[in-house]
């Protein structure tokens, strides 16, 4: 990861916490400051939700680029002080792709026996059978992957949300902590914290919408935000490791 120096520690503490705010604020701009109708629909909300996150990780990487004291100004440089570079791309994905595959080999052991026993199944019916089975498990891969792409809420999971938070929290906050003079070990805490703060915002709906006691509405957001704060500081130390961008993307 490369660094450079000559931002001071306040300065960069506030700016961090600046595009926090500014990522979680904008995406309510269009209701509270527009004034613009609700959306009919789950899928107009979600899109609009889309082009908010957009426009503020646009915003964050424009302010980052302005604070950032770089010694050069190429586009080139700047994309790899955001960590979005080709060189060593494999290493930089698949390792800490393997990695993170661990925490969910639970699961993934568990679907690849689901799988066997069907197979098995389909073996035991009759001779020539297991062709079929092929057929059955690629038609209903193709199937669950049609439906998957055509889920807004697929997308803000598995596309939108990731990218814009990573580049907001990771590529634009990581590179300012470094050059404000933290010490690695604070910076890969640090981030994690102010991602988990700008989710506190899930705090009403749970305790306004689902109609949770205080307490209870407390106890759900304090789980997730510590979530939140663990693998934050995984992905944090990843991005560090790596220099590299789509290591956590």
Known sequence: MEQETGLSKPVAVIACATMAFLYVAILYA???ILRLPAPSSLKE???RRFICATISSFMSLVFCAI???LRRREATYLFRVYGIRLDHLWQAVVFPLSLTCLMYAGSLVFKSLLLVDSWKEHMHQGE???LNCIKDILQNFLAGLSSTASNVLAWRNYVVAPLTEELVFR???IPLLLCGGFEIYVVILLCPILFSLAHLNHWMEIYGRQNYSLLKAFMVVGLQLGYTVIFGSYASFLFI??????SVS
């Open 171 to 173: 590529a634009c906050m």
């Open 67 to 69: 604070l950032l004291p």
């Open 241 to 246: 490791r790596t220099g590299c961008f789509f």
């Open 128 to 130: 020539g059978i297991s």
């Open 45 to 47: 909300f979600m899109i």
């Open 30 to 32: 269009p209701t509270l």
